[in-house]
């Protein structure tokens, strides 16, 4: 034998590193913006685009924090229900106790990541599966919001600059011909630091590790608990991001609103690539995958088409794309 | 010659399992020792205690003369201990320099990775080790072997100057194996201690320069590989000597062949196989890891797609294509792996030997005769001898020769009369060894026809009418059953390369 290493052609490692479904992703993603510029001369409007990213901005950040969770081989079930509790959060602190809005921010971030921590030691220490642990989480969560609120809208009246969160456009101000909501700068910096953080830390290489093999990550010497509860801790804290930008938008924390986002963010997240069974997975296929879900949404209403057809297009598309993976999953054998 | 390892007086107890009673072992650097023992001895188990899986119940270990306490994997390797599992532990979404540096990546202080560094490491352990492996590949992507391969480059980058190896050659095929060997030695040149858990008497003789016994959780004795005859190990290891019933081969000169098989092909797994196998006989399948036999039960069985090829079942063209096609035609495949594929281990015994059968037992509707399912069930535990305190007792709670039993009893009533027992005894103990054969012979006795693939000559000696023995994917020749036929002449059978075609081939 000698000791000539064969170097892997790009080709081949876009073949192994499941690239092909983010590109499918990305394919489709294409293939359905030019179907609905074509098919309605209104899809194109920059407020139009506009419109679509606004509405990806808060399902794409909960589905960054299913991402992460998703490659360790868990699920999360209650991002959704984790947003309305830290906008509750963000309401009770800025407009209850009256306090300045950083502190709005810290305080749902915070908790976001508090109850993340929760989750991750309920699953990691306690061993409950992670579907379980987090629809427990899920209730709680839903429940809580309506305790602490009273079960009543929290309006953010007290902070006039609350909403300029979401929907303020401090890229606008530079570039007066680029109105780019900070919602959506948001997402984008956000999946870029996440994307970072999974591709280039210590953390990140641990959340695939995890998902890939934690029993032999674990004999390796590695506090694999540890990591865990600090992985679901970051998704917590995500939900929180996603906590404030819904409630900017809004100008209110709702606390009857959160059910089902965990479903939106799951599928984007699958949508993208990321494999349910773990240790595979990227950010920006899921940003993709959430993309594709609100251009649908988006395109469809244009077209007039209702409401609940396009739900039921969106259960097609994520019955699709995890369709087309194992195909190119038996493919590869 | 200094001891870096000594462990002395080591007991451990798991609940209802004294797994370990007092056992002693010691290592020298640059040696290869081998720990044999047959299943459930506790080698495994000493082995996890070294390298601080376990937590031992009381005796003594020193490295390198100094006694220590090992807490857990980091500890073990801290101390320069290396193991290597008999699953592989590695990631394999991760690429092999990511695997390798598991839980010990370069990184800044804000846990920013280096990969550059990692891939140059990695790189550089393998050029040590002489062997061409891509960092940056995606460990799924690679051979078992090289994968193997990983493992011990992961042990040698702990710097360890003792590697464990839990049955590294499991799942390797001959070369692969010379391959593997080439770097133990290469090791043990550097001055490492190997210790080498496998079940492969030829292996322990080509690589090992002491031998250590275990059985049933204690230190039998430790000898030198070199001049210590095959027999005496092997007596070492089961306690007395070779059980040497010779078998009964009856007359089946008049019997109807049961299954043919003509030119069966798969690839290179499986090539121009052809044999009969009549009614009553039992037809033994030799040869070393990989030389296709459970392909062949497979393709046979309809798991797996054949290229070409006939089978005929008591004479007439059978077109198996799938299992279900296979079951019709009366042929019951017993996998190697029951759990996995055998049993369905949380139901209980009657359920599970009624599972493929239900169609017996329910009427139109769908509704299921419970009684006349626990009617049979409990006639097959009493014909089969089945340990369990009822039929309604879960499988996973029987033993392994239990469990096995239950699986036959399920093809039976499915009414298989030509069945293929694929390594029958694995992960059975000694005794209920003795019982399945027991039963094997006299299920042949009843008509049966019968196929046993086992990777122990022993036992395929032991059991067979005739032998059948295959290497790289060929039938090298078929050989008479009983004393007449001696391991040698399997082996020679076993070993017997396809030069023309090797030589195409590399």
């Known amino acids: 034998m000698t000791a000539t290493v064969p170097a892997a052609s790009p080709l081949n490692r876009l073949k192994a590193s499941g690239a092909q479904q983010k590109l499918l992703a990305f394919a489709s993603l294409i293939v359905l913006l030019i179907f609905f510029s074509i098919a309605s001369e209104n899809f194109l409007q920059t407020s139009n685009i506009i419109a679509i990213l606004q509405a990806t901005s808060v399902n794409g950040v909960l589905a960054i924090a299913a991402t992460l969770v998703i490659i360790t081989g868990g699920i999360d079930l209650s991002v959704g229900t984790l947003m309305t509790f830290t906008a509750v959060v963000s309401g009770v602190v800025l407009t209850f106790w009256g306090m300045a809005l950083p502190f709005g921010i810290l305080a749902a971030i915070g908790m976001g990541a508090f109850c993340g921590l929760i989750s991750g030691t309920l699953i990691a220490r306690m061993k409950i599966p992670p579907f379980i642990a987090t629809l427990g989480m899920m209730l709680i969560l839903k429940g809580l919001s309506l305790v602490i609120s009273g079960t009543k809208p ?51 290489r641990y959340t695939f590790a995890l998902g890939s093999n934690e029993e032999a990550v674990r004999l390796s010497g590695v506090n694999t608990d540890g990591w865990k509860i600090a992985i679901y801790a970051l998704a917590g804290g995500i939900c929180g991001i996603a906590g404030l930008l819904i409630s900017s938008r809004l100008n209110s924390a709702q606390p009857a609103l959160g059910l089902g986002y965990e479903l939106d963010a799951i599928a984007a997240v699958v949508i993208g690539g990321t494999s349910l069974a773990g240790g595979r997975g990227s950010i920006l296929g899921t940003i993709i995958g959430a993309l594709i879900m609100s251009v649908l949404l988006n395109g469809l209403r244009i077209l007039s088409v209702a409401q609940e057809w396009q739900t039921v297009v969106t259960g097609l598309i994520i019955i699709a794309a995890v369709y087309a993976d194992m195909l190119r999953r038996r493919r590869a054998g | 010659m200094n001891p870096v390892i000594q462990m002395h007086g080591i007991d451990k107890r798991f609940p209802g399992v004294h797994a370990l009673k007092s056992v002693q072992f010691d290592l020298i650097a640059g040696e290869v020792h081998a720990l044999m023992g047959e299943n459930g001895a506790g080698k495994s188990t000493l082995m996890k205690i070294l390298s601080g899986i376990y937590q031992p119940d009381g005796g003594t270990i020193r490295v390198n003369g100094a006694e220590v306490r090992i807490a857990g994997p980091r500890a073990a390797q801290g101390l320069g201990i290396g193991i290597i599992h008999q699953e592989l532990a590695l990631m394999p979404d991760l690429t092999v320099a990511q695997n390798i540096f598991i839980g010990r990546e370069p990184k800044n202080r804000f846990g920013v990775l280096n990969e550059g560094k990692l891939n140059a490491d990695a790189a550089a352990i393998f050029q040590q080790m002489k062997v061409a492996i891509d960092p940056q590949a995606e460990v799924r992507t690679l051979t078992i072997a090289k994968q193997q391969m990983v493992e011990i480059a992961k042990a040698l ?33 550097e001055g490492v201690g190997v210790v080498y858990i496998s079940h492969k008497m030829d292996e322990i003789r080509r690589i090992s320069d002491r031998v250590t016994v275990m059985r049933d959780g204690a230190y039998v004795g430790t000898v030198t590989a070199a001049d210590t005859p095959i027999e005496t190990i092997i007596n070492m290891m089961v306690g007395r000597d070779l059980d040497q019933s010779v078998v009964d081969i009856p007359d089946l000169s008049g019997a109807e062949v049961a299954l043919r098989v003509q030119g069966l092909n798969r690839g290179r797994v499986v090539r121009d196989v052809s044999f009969d196998l009549k009614k009553g006989e039992i037809l033994g399948f030799a040869g070393l890891m990989g030389a296709g036999r459970t392909e062949v039960a497979r393709v046979i069985f309809g798991a797996d797609k054949r290229e070409s090829g006939e089978i005929e079942v008591h004479g007439r063209a059978a077109a198996i294509r799938t299992p279900q096609d296979a079951v019709k035609a009366g042929i019951g495949y017993l996998s190697e792996d029951r759990k996995h594929f055998g049993l369905a281990l949380g139901l209980d015994v009657r359920n599970n030997i009624g599972l493929t059968a239900l169609d017996k037992f329910s009427d139109r509707a769908g509704r299921v005769n419970d009684s006349a399912l626990a009617k049979v069930a409990r006639d097959y535990i009493e014909s089969l001898a089945i340990r369990t305190p009822s039929d309604k007792q879960e499988v996973r709670l029987l033993s392994g020769g239990n469990q096995q039993k239950v699986v036959i009893a399920k093809w039976l009533l499915r009414d298989c009369d030509i069945l293929i027992f694929d390594e029958p005894t694995r992960g059975i103990d000694v005794g209920a060894k003795a019982e399945i054969y027991r039963l094997l012979v006299d299920l042949a006795a009843q008509g049966k026809a019968i196929i046993v693939i086992s990777s122990e000559l022993p036992e395929v000696l032991r059991l067979s009418h005739r032998i059948a023995v295959m290497c790289e994917g060929r039938l090298t020749g078929i050989l008479p059953g009983g004393p007449a036929t001696s391991q040698t002449e399997i082996m020679r059978l076993a070993t017997q390369r396809d030069m023309a075609s090797e030589g195409a081939l590399t």
Do not use: Q
Request: glycine share 8%; proline share 7%; net charge negative.
């Open chain 1, 154 to 204: 929290i309006y953010f009246n007290d902070t006039p600059s609350y909403p300029e969160l979401s929907t303020g456009s401090l890229v606008g101000k530079l570039i007066p011909a680029l109105p780019l909501p900070n919602g959506v700068l948001i997402l984008f910096l956000l999946a870029l630091f996440i994307s970072w953080v999974l591709n280039r830390t210590v953390l990140g």
């Open chain 2, 157 to 189: 980058s702990f710097r360890s100057s003792i590697l464990i190896m839990d049955e590294p050659t499991a799942a390797l095929n001959d070369r692969e194996t010379d391959e593997l060997f080439a770097i133990i030695r290469g090791l043990r040149g």
